[in-house]
């Protein structure tokens, strides 16, 4: 049972109800994650908008995905992990490359390096040595595309913490992190 109940989005006014509506204009109807942020709908406004600017980015949007599959491992939010899989699958990525990602490896030398690095910040939180972050330069990642993965880490983490606190209803076909490391 969640300890935030999401906003029935037929009864939203406002705010809250203009940006469901462009949820569902977008995603064809508004994942439980939405309706439950909109409980405060300037913490949805601005999930949104980092959300939108980071998806015109450098990276790709398997990468993206990815990146979120590692980190919903390591933070252990079944939520996230659950519609990760589902949004990765949807941008190419084949399923035993997903699980894997979410164990926060991969058979990309290129994708391994983002992973391994992912994995790094958060059970470092941040504290990562220059040979991790060499580690990446090494791999092709250029200082646009590192900033970003920083990026997508973070909002990565806030969704994590998000959903693990609120306890949101998966409403994906659900993806379980219980056999992968937690975090440091």
Excluded: W
């Amino acid at each position: 049972m969640p300890r935030i109940e999401p906003v029935n989005p037929e009864q939203t006014t406002g705010k809250a109800n203009e940006l469901l509506s462009a949820v569902k204009s977008q995603m064809g109807s508004v994942p439980n994650i939405f309706n439950t942020l909109a409980q405060s709908p300037v913490a949805l406004e601005a999930f949104l908008n980092f959300n939108t600017a980071l998806g015109q980015g450098v990276l790709t949007p398997a990468v993206r995905e990815q990146i979120a599959l590692t980190v919903a491992g390591k933070n252990q939010c079944d939520y996230c992990a659950s519609a990760h899989t589902l949004l990765g699958k949807g941008a190419g990525v084949d399923e035993e490359e997903l699980a894997r990602n979410l164990n926060g490896s991969s058979t990309d030398e290129k994708t391994n390096a983002v992973l391994t690095f992912s994995q790094k910040i958060v059970d470092q939180r941040g504290g990562i040595s220059d040979d991790d972050f060499n580690a990446l330069r090494n791999a092709g990642y250029s200082d646009d595309a590192i900033i970003e993965i920083i990026a997508h880490i973070a909002i990565n983490t806030f969704t994590n913490y998000f959903n693990r606190i609120a306890q949101t209803e998966i409403d994906f076909p659900v993806v379980s992190t219980t056999n992968v490391a937690k975090a440091a």
